[in-house]
T-cell receptor, first 115, second 114 residues
Framework: AQSVTQLGSHVSVSEGALVLLRCNYS??????LFWYVQYPNQGLQLLLKYTTGATLVKGINGFEAEFKKSETSFHLTKPSAHMSDAAEYFCAVSGANTGFQKLVFGTGTRLLVSP | NAGVTQTPKFQVLKTGQSMTLQCAQDMNHNSMYWYRQDPGMGLRLIYY???????DKGEVPNGYNVSRLNKREFSLRLESAAPSQTSVYFCASSEARQGNTEAFFGQGTRLTVV
């Protein structure tokens, strides 16, 4: 079984500051890990994913995440926040060799960016 | 390229009424999904269709039915709406149902049951 914990339902940063959104997971199988972003009144859009291989994954819009097996973490970072990054971010996990229907989403973190 | 299209975008129902949420994708994807999104609970899977002609229950199927009409379309029906079904509903599709696949989401249907 898989589960995801996102620490902090809201994160506030200033424009230009580092963005760090935390995600810890639990998985009984080697995990596949995803970050999705949801802009207001929109559906979810894939930011990045880790399946196998390199543990530092780069995504769209300057975001990246690092898979740390020893810490069961997959935190999302961006060096410099833009106003356009304000959105809700969801971490999700599925297990290797399981179907997409087994994907489990976290409860989301709303990123607020102030000028 | 429209991707995943959901209709309607907004709906208000009275308790006990029925309605069907429509979803269509133009990416020739095999698998389609219905989720509900509630505050503080993330997305939860209601039903999915791994391929045309098949449907299966997800995490929260009670009170819902689905139909995979063809490869493009996957509808969600509420037979007798209840206030607990007030939520935002998302349809998604993916090329395959492997766990590492990317899903594409529609813009959502905001449903209020009064």
């Amino acid at each position: 079984a898989q589960s995801v914990t996102q620490l902090g339902s809201h994160v506030s940063v200033s424009e230009g500051a580092l963005v760090l959104l935390r995600c810890n997971y639990s998985s009984s199988a080697p995990p596949y890990l995803f970050w999705y972003v949801q802009y207001p009144n929109q559906g979810l859009q894939l930011l990045l994913k880790y399946t196998t291989g390199a543990t530092l994954v780069k995504g769209i819009n300057g975001f990246e995440a690092e898979f740390k097996k020893s810490e069961t973490s997959f935190h999302l970072t961006k060096p410099s926040a833009h106003m356009s990054d304000a959105a809700e971010y969801f971490c999700a996990v599925s297990g290797a060799n399981t179907g997409f229907q087994k994907l489990v989403f976290g409860t989301g973190t709303r990123l607020l960016v102030s000028p | 390229n429209a991707g995943v299209t959901q209709t309607p975008k907004f709906q208000v129902l009275k308790t006990g009424q029925s309605m069907t949420l429509q979803c269509a994708q133009d990416m020739n994807h095999n698998s389609m999904y219905w989720y509900r999104q509630d505050p503080g609970m993330g997305l939860r899977l209601i039903y999915y269709s791994a391929s045309e002609g098949t449907t299966d229950k997800g995490e929260v199927p009670n009170g819902y039915n689905v139909s995979r009409l063809n490869k493009r379309e996957f509808s969600l029906r509420l037979e007798s709406a209840a206030p607990s079904q007030t939520s935002v509903y998302f349809c998604a599709s993916s090329e395959a149902r492997q766990g590492n696949t990317e899903a594409f989401f529609g813009q959502g249907t905001r449903l209020t049951v009064v």
